[in-house]
């Protein structure tokens, strides 16, 4: 279970041990119910919140950070070399995000322009998809993506993408601002 900003190699890693990984908006108001609902293994967020079954089903660092050296110790491996192991098995992705504060007026304004200026492709890749459920996010033909979605929280406008080289992500965020027109 994770949010639609978790990264693409959750979804990899499901197709590789065979584990359905569902997706829900951001936040654990829907991170939680829907861990019930389906009985999920473990449910996260991009912002690094874990929740686990059996457990409080709420984020829990000291449980997550447990498990993470259980399994540095399981496969003797330091967190640099942990990185190392998961590009082995799902690729190299790489992750950015830009929050732009904006006032509240500007809500309506925005969303209208990246709504009628829906782009064929974004740094030079070709749109496969575009998800509504929360914000604008781009699926890209190659597997990157880019959401552009407003802070449930504070006044910003924040821009996420995640693709398979530092450079592409550094390209789909601009691409993002010019987008929403930051």
């Given amino acids: 279970m994770k949010t639609i900003t978790g990264s693409t190699m959750l979804d990899r890693l499901g197709e ?6 569902l997706e ?8 939680a119910p829907m861990m019930m609902s389906e009985n999920a293994l473990m449910g996260g967020e991009e912002s690094g919140g874990y929740g686990f079954r059996n457990h ?11 498990y993470l050296l259980d399994l540095m110790v399981g496969l003797a491996k330091k967190p640099s070399e942990l990185v190392e192991y998961l590009f082995s098995k799902v ?4 992750y950015d ?8 007026e500007q809500h309506r304004e925005i969303t209208a322009r990246i709504g009628r ?8 890749t070709p749109v496969a998809r575009l998800d509504t459920k929360d914000g604008f996010r781009f699926i890209l033909k ?17 821009v996420y993408a995640e693709s398979h080289g530092p450079e592409q992500v550094k390209e789909l965020l601009e691409a993002g601002r010019k987008l929403a027109g930051l």
Avoid: Q
């Avoid at 200026?117 to 030079?124: E, S, T």
């Fill in 16 to 21: 590789i041990f065979s584990i359905p990984v």
């Fill in 24 to 31: 829900t908006p951001i936040g654990f108001k829907y991170v």
């Fill in 56 to 66: 409080v089903l709420e984020r829990d660092g000291i449980l997550a950070a447990l």
């Fill in 91 to 94: 690729g190299p992705h790489y």
């Fill in 97 to 104: 995000r830009l929050d732009v504060k904006i006032p509240l």
């Fill in 117 to 124: 200026d829906i782009p064929d492709r974004l740094a030079g």
């Fill in 142 to 158: 190659d597997g990157s993506w880019l959401l552009i979605r407003f802070s449930g929280t504070e006044p910003l406008v924040r």
